[in-house]
């Protein structure tokens, strides 16, 4: 089971249905309108969720002293595939789009870009993860320290080769096609194209990828 937290900076209505009651996270149990509520998650994730996590593992290990502590990830995996209750979900903390709160001013940006470096660095080992989306790929939307800690990109197609190197570090993206196809590069991997192929449209796009170098 995955839990999630989907905050659409746009305060649009998109996201609205995409997902049914028993993916949310019951602290945040809808769809969060408005970039207002992007720093009230990611301070309850940073100051009650992962060191709640954290306890959690605490506790599996001490309850086995014999045994080999196991990180959250194992403990996961162990748990679905025996049939276990686990001590916790996954999380996955969407933020689209966060152009908005970015550019709603200096301390907001910062504090903003503190708590992501917080939660990528901390919740990993918890199984909390952050994506974060923006149709605004500029400098001043994706700055250094939200590269830094989000290693990990895909890249649509962009207008230009400069918004391309914002995001990836190298040009290409800007040569896409704008049909579902996109640039994916990895913390550890080198990085990879796909390309979009004549499939069944969801949402108007093609679903179907085929992966190439």
């Known amino acids: 089971m995955l839990e999630v937290i989907d905050i659409d900076g746009n305060g649009e209505i998109d996201y609205l249905g995409l997902l049914t009651s028993e993916y949310f996270s019951p602290r945040f149990p809808e769809v969060l309108l408005g ?28 309850a086995n002293p014999g045994e080999r502590p196991r990180p959250a990830r194992d403990l996961y995996t162990v748990s679905v595939a025996e049939g276990e209750v686990d001590p916790f979900p996954p999380l996955m903390v969407v933020v689209d789009e966060f152009a908005e709160i970015m550019l709603a001013g200096r301390q907001v940006a910062q504090r903003f870009e503190q708590r992501v470096q917080q939660v990528v660095q901390t919740g990993r080992s918890t199984l909390v993860h952050v994506v974060l989306a923006t149709q605004r790929p500029d400098t001043s939307v994706v700055r250094s320290a939200i590269k830094i ?36 590069q990895g913390s550890d991997q080198p990085q990879y194209a796909c390309k979009a192929i004549a499939c069944e449209p969801v949402f108007g796009l093609p679903y179907c990828l085929e992966a190439v170098e």
């Open 35 to 62: 970039s207002d509520n992007v720093l009230e998650v990611l301070d309850w994730i940073v100051e009650e969720e992962i060191p709640s996590r954290r306890r959690a593992v605490v506790k599996r290990a001490k």
């Open 149 to 184: 800690n989000i290693p990990a990109r895909v890249a649509l197609k962009l207008p230009t080769h400069h918004d391309s190197s914002t995001v990836l570090g190298r040009k290409g993206a800007e040569q896409l096609r704008g049909l579902g196809d996109l640039i994916y």
